[in-house]
C-alpha cells in the first residue's frame, strides 16, 4: 500500500451494525497481492435498492449488468472484485459477470437479477472466472467482516480505508446510515465517479430511495473532481434492508423524509470528501466556491472549471498565489462572466476586484494560507444569485508516478 495520503482523517470512525447487512471478503488473487480483494455483503430479503451509474458510453459489464437489475428494486447480495475492472472486456468479461450472478443466486437462493457486482481496477483485461469462482467459494465460508475491512478490501490506489456514517432520528427512533466508499484516481463529476455504497436499516421505498440517491449525487458525489477523468466503473449503490420496525418511508411528504434525505446528503458529502482526500499524490484538499452566477448551474460549471485546471492545481501545489489562473478558467468555463465584475479570493482575502488585483494588495497572508493543506478558493461573478461549491485536490508529481506506473 502506498504511503498515506496527508490529507486523511486522522482517526477512523466506528460504524454500527446494520440489521440485515453481513459482510465477507476473500483473496481472489486478482492480481500478485497478499490481500483480501473481494467484497460479498449478504442483504436481507425484501432489502430496496437504489442506484447511480456512470454516464461513460465505455462502461463496464457491471455497469450495464446493474442497469438492468435496478429495474428490479430489490437486493439480496453486492460482490465487489478489486484489481481488475472487467471494462472493455467483450464477452468474456459478460461470462464473468454471467458466472458470479450464478454462483451467489445459487448460494442464496435468490434471483440473479437481486445480485449486483462491481469491478474496479485495470482496464482491458478480462475478470479471471477462476479466480472469481475460488474467491466466492471461499467468501461464502468465511466470517463475517468489519466495516474497515470491507472498505480495505475495494480498494485499488487507496491510500487509507474511507468510510462514514450518520444517524437520523424519524419517528422518535434513531436510523444509521453507513457508507464505504473507494476512489483515488479517475476522479471526475458524471453521476457518481468511484465505487461507493450506502447501507441502512430503515424501511425506505426503492423509488424514493433513488430520487433521494439522485438527490444527494447531486451536491456532492458530482461536486468532486481530482483529475476531470470519469471511470468507465463509475457506481454507487444503497440498500435499505428494512429490518427498523416503525420506520417506513413511501413519498416525499412522509414524516421523517426531510431528516432521511438531510442524512443522506451528510453521508454522501462525507463520503466524496474522503475520496478528494485520497486524491493520488494530493497534498491540499481545495474548496472552490462560486457565488453570484447567473444560476447555480452555471456557478457549479465555473467552479469545476476552476478546479479541473491543471494550471490552478499546480499553481496551489507550488503555494503560488496566481489567481490569473482562476480568472483563465472562468473565462474558458463557457458561462455568462463580466471581467470587470469579478472578485476572486483566497482563504477570504481578496486579491482581485473589478478586473485588477485589489489597491495595496498584500499577498503575505494570501501565501500563508497556501501554505496550509485545506485551501479555499472564492469567486463572486458579480451577476446573479446563483451559487455552487465543488472539492479538488492539487496535482503533484505523485499523480504523475502513480499513473506512469499503474498498469506494468
Keep these: 500500500m502506498s504511503t ?3 490529507l486523511a482523517p486522522s482517526s477512523v470512525v466506528e460504524l454500527p451494525p446494520i440489521a440485515g447487512v453481513t459482510a465477507r471478503i476473500a483473496n481472489a488473487r486478482y492480481k500478485d497481492w497478499d490481500r483480501c ?3 460479498f455483503v449478504e442483504l436481507a430479503e425484501g432489502t430496496a435498492v437504489a442506484g447511480v451509474l456512470t454516464q461513460s458510453r465505455c462502461p463496464s459489464n457491471e455497469v450495464e449488468w446493474c442497469r438492468t437489475a435496478l429495474r428490479g428494486e430489490k437486493a439480496r447480495a453486492l460482490v465487489v472484485n478489486a484489481g481488475n475492472a472487467n471494462a472493455f472486456t467483450g464477452v ?7 458466472l458470479i450472478l450464478s454462483l451467489v443466486s445459487a448460494e442464496l437462493g435468490c434471483d440473479p437479477e437481486q445480485v449486483f457486482v462491481s469491478s474496479t481496477g485495470v482496464i482491458g483485461e478480462p475478470l479471471p472466472k477462476d479466480r472469481a469462482e ?3 467459494k471461499a467468501v461464502f465460508g468465511a466470517e463475517p467482516c468489519s466495516w474497515l475491512d470491507a472498505a480495505a478490501t475495494i480498494m485499488t490506489t487507496d491510500t487509507f480505508p474511507k468510510v462514514a456514517t450518520v444517524t437520523a432520528m424519524i419517528n422518535g427512533q434513531s436510523v444509521n446510515l453507513n457508507g464505504i466508499i ?3 484516481g479517475m476522479i471526475a463529476p458524471d453521476m457518481a465517479t468511484m465505487l461507493g455504497y450506502i447501507f441502512t436499516d430503515a424501511c425506505v421505498e426503492a423509488s424514493l430511495l433513488q430520487t433521494m440517491l439522485e438527490t444527494a449525487t447531486a451536491k456532492t458525489f458530482n461536486c468532486i473532481t481530482v483529475d476531470s477523468d470519469t471511470s468507465t466503473s463509475d457506481t454507487v ?4 434492508t428494512g429490518q427498523l420496525e416503525g420506520v417506513r418511508l413511501q413519498s416525499t411528504h412522509d414524516a421523517g423524509a426531510q431528516a432521511f434525505q438531510t442524512a443522506l446528503d451528510a453521508l454522501c458529502l462525507q463520503m466524496a470528501q474522503l475520496v478528494v482526500r485520497d486524491g493520488e499524490g494530493a497534498s491540499k484538499f481545495i474548496a472552490v466556491s462560486v457565488t453570484g452566477a447567473t444560476s447555480d448551474d452555471s456557478a457549479k460549471i465555473i467552479a469545476l472549471s476552476i478546479a479541473n ?3 490552478v492545481k499546480t499553481a496551489i501545489a507550488g503555494e503560488d498565489a496566481n489567481w490569473g489562473r482562476v480568472v483563465m478558467a472562468i473565462g474558458k468555463a463557457g458561462e455568462p462572466a463580466d471581467r470587470d465584475r469579478l472578485a476572486i479570493s483566497f482563504g477570504g482575502v481578496t486579491v482581485a476586484r473589478e478586473g485588477c488585483v485589489v489597491p495595496d494588495y498584500d499577498e503575505a497572508p494570501v501565501a500563508q494560507h497556501l501554505t496550509g493543506s ?3 478558493i472564492d469567486v463572486e461573478i458579480g451577476l446573479g444569485s446563483g451559487s455552487a461549491t465543488v472539492w479538488t485536490c492539487d496535482l503533484t508529481h505523485g499523480y504523475i508516478t502513480i499513473n506512469a506506473d499503474y498498469r506494468t
Design 237 to 240: 449503490l444503497a440498500f435499505a
Design 182 to 184: 473507494k476512489g483515488s
Design 374 to 376: 485545506e485551501i479555499d
Design 309 to 311: 485546471s491543471p494550471l
Design 134 to 136: 475460488a474467491g466466492l
Design 37 to 39: 480483494d473481494l467484497t
Design 4 to 6: 498515506i495520503s496527508p
Design 92 to 98: 468474456r468479461g459478460s461470462e464473468a459477470v454471467q
